[in-house]
């Protein structure tokens, strides 16, 4: 049995960085523009309130859910109420808008 030198540790270690980058793109789903309602604005969380429509991409039916802004910035002007149209995403289990426009 040969030992292990510190490059080959390196080799393996790059391997397995690539492998864990590839998995999590995979993982990371974008929909396209959805309708949908603003119910609840945290703006301490980063988090908004939306009744939408169905989610094709993600596989949901419309719902009222909690997503997590991926901008806080674009939560500045939302209200209690507004109409909006917004594209969402899925990472690594969370959900995510990425934009949003009333």
């Known amino acids: 049995m040969l030992p ?3 490059r080959g540790r390196l080799a393996a ?3 397995a960085v690539t492998a864990l980058a ?15 309602e603003v119910r609840r604005v945290n703006d301490a969380e ?3 309130t939306l009744r939408h ?5 993600l596989d949901m039916p419309g719902m ?3 997503f997590t802004a991926r901008d806080r910035a674009m ?3 939302l209200k209690v ?3 909006v149209r917004f594209i969402a995403e899925r990472s690594d289990g969370i959900f995510y808008v990425i934009e949003i426009a009333k």
């Open 46 to 48: 980063g988090k908004v």
């Open 81 to 83: 109420g507004d109409k």
């Open 4 to 6: 292990i030198t510190w």
């Open 13 to 15: 270690l790059c391997v």
């Open 53 to 57: 429509g169905p989610l094709p991409e």
């Open 22 to 36: 590839g998995a999590s793109a995979a993982n990371a789903q974008k929909t396209d523009w959805i309708e949908g």
């Open 64 to 66: 009222t859910m909690v």
């Open 75 to 77: 939560m500045r002007d």
